[in-house]
């Protein structure tokens, strides 16, 4: 067994004891900005390709990587300290749904370089930016039947899982990113493949990345679609012993606050993130969603002044002027306090 050390990201923890971080928005909002076509999915290389590619959001990173190279410049104009990596359906159990499965591993690679650069272009000694290799949940679940009537049929299994993970992993560090963010949680069994995969990455690499592990309401019940709570999602969770746990997604930050505050209330010594939906969705608004950025950057300046999160950001139907707005709203406020924030605050 090797030795493991944290060799990126180190600064992260220190500015977090110092105050709230700013994540990123939309990917997909504001690729759909573009009007792309099937044509621009495919480009060149993929033109003869047997499956429509067009929504196959993670291939532009190879085939119009401008597109997501504005996205993230945008972004990190707008202030942000975290972008997160064109990689949610990156892995090969996603990509297999567009015949491209093979290709995991290089648009992770891709899009991590993609975003390490626009992050080094943007970072200041004042102003450090990181990227995040976003690992989302996969289009297939391994708690949930996809049959209604045989309740103990799978689609896929743990080993197919923590497999897809590991090199979608493998791929993102090799390009370059700060941390790893597990991200948009509906299946606990899911992530713990991930996690399982991550944590075997790191001891087979020698090198540790600080974790985020970000979960997902998906309704006024407070569970994630997989039947748990918030409470039981953090004890399922918390023995990767990640740098923040929070939620994001599916429900608006109003709709969130409880469960923001349930997660910020049983997990005591671990930083929260938070990075909501615009509102609901509303197809005739400019984004699709209901919340402007006015809206949602009050919501979350009112969560920052309770004291309930350390990273908050956007998620689906959020745009650079949503985190243009949160990071204003929230500079002048207090991050959340907690025992590890406290150690850097007094070592400081």
Excluded at 99 to 111: D, I
Aim: charged residues 20%.
């Amino acid at each position: 067994m090797k030795a493991v050390t944290y060799t990126r990201g180190q600064a992260l923890t220190a500015l977090l004891a110092r105050r709230i971080l700013i994540l990123d928005g939309a990917m997909g909002t504001m690729t759909q900005r573009f009007r792309l076509t099937e044509a621009d999915f495919r480009g060149e290389r993929f033109k003869d390709h047997p499956k429509d590619l067009k929504n196959n959001g993670d291939l532009l990173s190879l085939t119009r990587p401008d597109v997501i190279r504005d996205i993230h410049e945008g972004y990190l104009a707008a202030g942000a300290d975290i972008i997160e990596t064109n990689t949610f359906g990156a892995n090969a159990l996603a990509q297999e749904d567009y015949g491209l499965a093979r290709l995991s591993h290089e648009m992770n690679v891709a899009s991590a370089r993609l975003a390490r650069a626009a992050a080094d272009k943007f970072s200041t000694p004042g102003k450090p930016r990181f990227v995040a290799g976003a690992l989302g949940p996969t289009p297939r679940t391994a708690s949930i039947s996809p049959d209604v009537n045989d309740p103990g049929a799978r689609n896929v299994d743990f080993e197919q899982l923590r497999a897809a993970y590991h090199e979608q992993v493998a791929g993102l560090v090799q390009g370059g990113v700060d941390l790893l963010l597990v991200e948009t949680i509906f299946d606990t069994l899911n992530a713990k493949a991930a996690l399982f995969a991550i944590d075997e990455y790191f001891e087979e690499s020698g090198e540790r990345l600080p974790l985020i592990v970000s979960g997902t309401v998906t309704d006024a019940s407070g569970r994630i679609l997989s039947g748990q709570t918030v409470t039981a999602f953090w004890y399922s969770v918390r023995h990767a012993q990640p740098l923040a746990i929070g939620l994001n997604c599916a429900l608006g930050a109003a709709l969130m606050r409880p469960y923001i505050q349930e997660l910020a209330r049983v997990a005591p010594d671990t930083f929260i993130s938070c990075y909501p939906n615009a509102g609901l969705p509303n197809p005739m608004s400019e984004t699709g969603f209901d919340e402007t950025p006015e809206v949602t950057s009050r919501l979350l300046a009112e969560f920052a002044a309770e004291g309930l999160v350390n990273i908050v950001g956007g998620c689906c139907g959020t745009t650079p002027q949503h985190i243009g707005a949160i990071a204003a709203a929230v500079e002048p406020l207090a991050a959340r306090s907690t025992r590890r924030a406290m150690f850097y605050k007094e070592a400081a």
